[in-house]
């Protein structure tokens, strides 16, 4: 029997040699380094004390340097359990999940087929990127431009553009000789529902080739050009070729990478995973479409012990990680893990390279979660343990959540760690100055007993709001800023001055301080249509949709114009006093190299007093007040002038 040889690529993608092995030896652990598929022991194939016998376990390949037996995971079943080839199949095909194909003389016609379906995606893929570069796809090539891929990098993946033509791709297709039933096969067309032509399945998109292990396109994705289309990313329909559950972007280059020392990083998209490949980060895949799944998480364990998941900061990110905990969790071997990359709120990898460069990106993957991590942050972020029915409920969750772990070793020390936090957690008693020990005296009468704090959520963690970053501060009051500007046009023309010498981190930033300078005076329809066009047509939602400026009062109550005004005036000084402060202290330390004199502390206590003065607020309420007898707050000058009016009238003579 002929065996498939897709499904012999399958099965090799999905067994492990060091598992296969590992059933039959001891591994010498001073010798082997499992995380990066390196493993030694005896060899099981003659008497030996040293462990001669070597698994390159991303290789999937074995060598003995003293009897000098080699081979791959077939080899060694059929060595070990001295069966014939096919049975060697069965054996690894069943601890794979996998069904052995019939055995009939259909199954070369059924290869022969996959290949023919592969030869005509190849020329798809050469049809898209014609039309990329042709006159159709100007529109698309701008936009590639804008989120940084130029044309070598166009050119590396393999981009391309479908054109918003009906049959564009069906009539190119066949005249290069294609079947209609091929090309509907493929998934690049579908039949008419009216009994007309078939139509083609993308139109008026972005495309991006989706490439197996071995580097054959098997399907497209399509990012739509109209912001108006009910689907803005578009995958291929499930073929013969393309099983989205089983198939990561980029996974063959990825691979390749991580064998040579990078981080194997997955992706929400394939844009995210194109960012990080292009900004160093060959290790990158993507999902497509559909939550992690356990065959994807064979793909990776496949490539790396301990793949990063990246993940958005926000409430869906944090969803899609509790279910790739669960998933996880079974499959859980000693030196087979999982570590979660939290990004910050509302950025993704290529907003996050865009804003603050690789470096950030690479900070956010060194300090990626591990598994155990995140368990412990889903069972308790965001709620308290004030009884012990609370807390009996977090231990049954962890323990219920452990279980699940296969191996008795490492769920010994998954329940140790989490043991550890527990008793941390509950033997917190915070109090003022005491560092948070325990209670020195016995509670009291009226005194409000002791409740453990609620767990942060990580969307509070990762806030702007949190951060003790000065860039980042005045990264917030430059959106406020901007943002009331846009809101109440008509103040513009008193801050033109404070708007030109406001110096934008963000260069983004500093593209919306020109346009509102350039074309406030025009109205407020005028301003948005032209930041719309020069910036897209999302540009300012996103800026107005931001937290800190969503509740900023000129966003929520626009066209006040004093509201706005003292707004504006306020963030600029503010702005203007921080950044003079830190001058200051830069020049001064220049100084201070040379000598130190009273005029250098006085003019760092001048800033940082201008700093303080400008960072109080001009509205703070500064009324006095008393107390009455009922506890409430009374204005002391309302009641002065109530108290004048009641002597008034007592002292008044009646009339007659």
Partial sequence: MKLDSSFMEELQSRISLAQVVGRKVLWDNKKSQPGKGDLWAPCPFHQEKSASFHVDDRKGFFYCFGCHEKGDA??????????????????????????????????????????????????????????????????????????????????????????????????????????????????????????????????????????????????FGGRAMDPNDNAKYLNSPETELFDKGRTLFNYGPAREAVGKGAALIVAEGYMDAIALAEAGFGGAVANLGTAVTEHHLDLLWRVSPEPVISLDGDAAGMRAARKVIDLALPKLQVGRSIRFAVLPEGQDPDELIKTKGAPAMQKVVETALPLAELLWLRETEGKTFDSPDRRAALDAALRTATKQIPDEGLRYHYDQALRDKTRELFRTRPQPGRGGARPTKRW????????????????????????????????????????????????????????????????????????????????????????????????????????????????????????????????????????????????????????????????????????????????EDRTEYDTGSNGARINRDERSALDALVQSIRYTKPRG
Avoid at 207 to 214: N, Y
Avoid at 482 to 498: K, S
Avoid at 553 to 562: K, L, N
Avoid at 564 to 579: D, P, S
């Fill in 74 to 219: 077939i080899a060694f079943v059929r060595k070990t359990e001295n069966v014939e080839f096919m049975e060697a199949v069965e054996i690894l095909a069943r601890e794979a999940g996998m069904q052995m194909p019939a055995r009939d003389p259909q199954a070369a016609k059924k290869a022969e087929k996959r290949a023919t379906l592969a030869e005509l995606m190849e020329e798809a893929v050469k049809f898209f990127a014609l039309c990329l570069r042709g006159a159709a796809g100007r529109d698309a090539t701008a936009y590639l431009e804008k989120r940084g891929l130029g044309a070598e990098a166009r050119a590396r993946w393999n981009l391309g553009f479908a054109p918003e033509s009906w049959q564009g791709l069906w009539d190119h297709m066949i005249g290069k000789g294609a079947r209609p039933e091929e090309i509907l096969a493929c998934g690049l067309a579908k039949p008419s529902s009216k009994g007309g032509k078939p139509y083609d399945t993308f139109r008026n998109r972005i495309m991006f080739p989706i490439r197996d292990a071995r580097g054959r396109c098997i399907a």
């Fill in 444 to 619: 009291e009468k009226g005194q409000k007993p002791w409740k453990p704090p609620a767990i942060p959520m990580q969307s509070t963690r990762n806030s702007i709001l949190a951060s003790d970053d000065s860039s980042a501060m005045e990264a917030l009051r430059e959106s406020v800023i901007l943002a009331a500007a846009i809101c109440t046009p008509c103040i513009v023309e008193d801050f033109e001055l404070g708007l030109e010498r406001m110096e934008c981190r963000d260069a983004r930033h500093a593209r919306l301080r020109d346009l509102i300078l350039a074309y406030a005076g025009r109205g407020t329809e005028v301003l948005h249509a032209e930041i719309a066009a020069a910036l897209g047509p999302t540009a300012l939602d996103e800026l107005l949709a931001q937290h800190h400026v969503a509740l900023c009062p000129p966003v929520r109550h626009p066209g006040d114009e004093g509201m706005a005004r003292m707004t504006v005036a306020e963030e600029l000084a503010k702005l203007q006093a921080a950044r003079a402060l830190r001058a200051e202290v830069a020049e001064a330390e220049e100084d201070i190299l040379g000598s130190e004199d009273e005029a250098m502390t006085w003019r760092l206590g001048q800033a940082a007093q201008a700093r303080n003065a400008a960072t109080r607020s001009e509205n």
